[in-house]
């Protein structure tokens, strides 16, 4: 038994955005010498296991999975994408007396150290943090956003009392926000705030909320460069809070075994194949596609999407996952789409891959993204340029940070059209703006790289974060 380890039982929302995010910080916790308890819900890990053909989930003696019900069927017993309003309700309903069942089974057990701490994603503290509190350790809430997109989710009671709901105005403009100097109305995430007064997906934001406000401490998944203002905001706003970021490039900082490397969660089943095909393609000349786990789009806007990458003349990768939109994508997209990934000419389309493997891959030369907070994350890590489209929640504003504030992201139109789309790849790959934006990340890489480097702020933050919350959990099971 491993009885000196610090103990951290960390539970992600249910998603794979947030699951990978999760699971990277439970991995830099790892490597501090923490135990982890890695907790997914039902239906994600039924997912998980589906895209692994049902091998088992890599673990190591001090890197363990668990998995609470969830009350919600599985992907074969609907037709559709999951319903996020559907996840919410039931893991609000469902999940808090299975979480605290199973830590009181943790700290029963002879082989593994008591619990010493929870870290969970802000979107699931209504199910942790009572927990926490009555066993008297800290509880940590991660916001997997920006910081101004963390920013805005944390005043969405406060929007829904102060915005009317008749305002239509996408212009209206809001400055009252702390380190945020003014933000239209239309730029607010719609998990945010909704002209809806009964939006259910707003309802969980402000009901999870609070959870930020009871924690023992706050993690922001950003780095005080990026966004000075809102970062200095954050704190002041939290006794205890921790901006750190970039976390895939942290964890590069810290050499793990290959049994915690080998440590993944996906929910679809990773192609390998297409790193031949990157291999087979000249230093920076493809365009790699791809809009996340949770994107819908209509039959219409794919085959549009599909004429620009071929006008533009470009390689590219595209993953197509399988719900992005309802049918097959090689029954609707245009012969000449077809004739361009016969044999893996100039295209190749696949269902799902490791994206930061991808990202990382010298062929690679520019990204068309939706825009989460993930992605865009591993992007900059990677050093790679951005074309941005948007979806939902709060894409649209991470799409306007990476555009107008921080430059290394051009805008495509979000009402996809093949011109715009031609035109904006080749800009990217062979234009003059492409060549600025390409530097801009090249220049954020460097930043970034600084803040996680011994004595930048983000690894300070870790420190911290780890000496004065996380391990205050252990102090009382000395002596
Ligand atoms: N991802 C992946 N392979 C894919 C697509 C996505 O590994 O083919 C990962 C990606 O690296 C990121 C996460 O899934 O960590 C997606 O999170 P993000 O916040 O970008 O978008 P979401 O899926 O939540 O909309």
New binding site residues.
């Given amino acids: 038994m491993e009885a000196q380890r610090p103990h951290a039982v960390c539970i992600p929302a249910p998603?794979?955005?947030h699951i990978?995010?999760m699971l990277k910080l439970a991995k830099l916790l790892h490597h501090k010498g923490f135990h982890i308890t890695y907790v997914l819900t039902q239906l994600n890990y039924t997912h998980i296991m589906q895209a692994r053909d049902f091998r088992p989930l890599n673990q190591a003696p001090t890197f363990c999975f668990e998995t609470i019900p969830d009350g919600i069927p599985s992907r074969e017993t609907r037709n559709s994408a999951i319903d996020l309003v559907e996840i919410i309700f039931s893991i609000s309903k469902n999940c808090s007396a299975p979480f605290r069942a199973l830590i009181h089974k943790l700290n029963v057990a002879s082989d593994v150290p008591p619990v010493s701490c929870i870290v969970s994603d802000a979107f699931m503290s209504s199910t942790t943090i009572g927990a926490a509190q009555e066993l008297g350790i800290p509880a940590v809430v991660f916001w997997p956003f920006s910081g101004v997109g963390s920013m805005l989710h944390l005043h969405s009671l406060i929007l829904r009392d102060k915005v009317s709901i008749n305002n239509k105005d996408d212009d209206y403009i809001i400055d009252w926000i702390p380190g945020v100097k003014s933000i239209r109305l239309g730029d607010i995430p719609t998990s945010a705030w909704s002209p809806n007064p009964n939006d259910p997906i707003v309802d969980n934001t402000i009901s999870q909320v609070s959870g930020s406000y009871n924690a023992s401490a706050v993690i922001f998944h950003t780095f005080d460069e990026l966004e000075p203002q809102v970062c200095n905001a954050l704190r002041s706003m939290f006794n205890r809070a921790y901006t750190i970021g970039p976390i895939p490039l942290l964890l590069k900082g810290f050499p793990e075994s290959d049994e915690i490397n080998q440590i993944e969660c996906?929910m679809w089943k990773q192609d390998q194949d297409c790193f031949q095909w990157l291999n087979s393609k000249t230093p920076k000349s493809v365009v790699y596609v791809?809009f996340?786990?949770?994107?819908v789009t209509s039959p219409d806007k794919l085959v549009e999407l599909a004429i620009g990458l071929c006008k533009s003349m470009q390689n590219f990768l595209w993953?197509i996952?399988p719900e992005l939109i309802s049918g097959n994508w090689s029954e609707i997209l245009p012969p000449q789409f077809m004739d361009a990934i016969k044999g893996g000419r100039r295209g190749y389309v696949s269902h799902?891959?490791?994206?930061?493997q991808v990202l990382n891959h010298p062929s690679v030369g520019g990204f068309l993204t939706?825009c989460?907070?993930?992605?865009i994350v591993?992007s900059m890590s990677a050093g790679v340029a951005m074309i941005c489209w948007s979806s939902f929640a709060e894409q649209g504003l991470n799409r306007l940070c990476c555009c107008s504030e921080w430059g290394f992201g051009l805008e495509i139109e979000l009402d996809v059209n093949g011109e715009n789309v031609e035109s904006v790849v080749r800009e990217l790959m062979e234009g003059e703006k492409g060549r600025e934006v390409k530097k801009k990340a090249f220049l954020w890489k460097e930043r970034a790289e600084a803040a996680i480097g011994v004595g930048g702020s983000s690894f300070s933050n870790l420190d911290k974060l780890i000496g004065e919350v996380l391990l205050s959990g252990c102090r009382q099971f000395k002596n």
């Fill in positions: 998603g794979q955005g990978s995010a996906h791809n996340g786990s949770m994107a993953i996952r799902w891959c490791d994206q930061e939706h989460g907070w993930n992605s591993e």
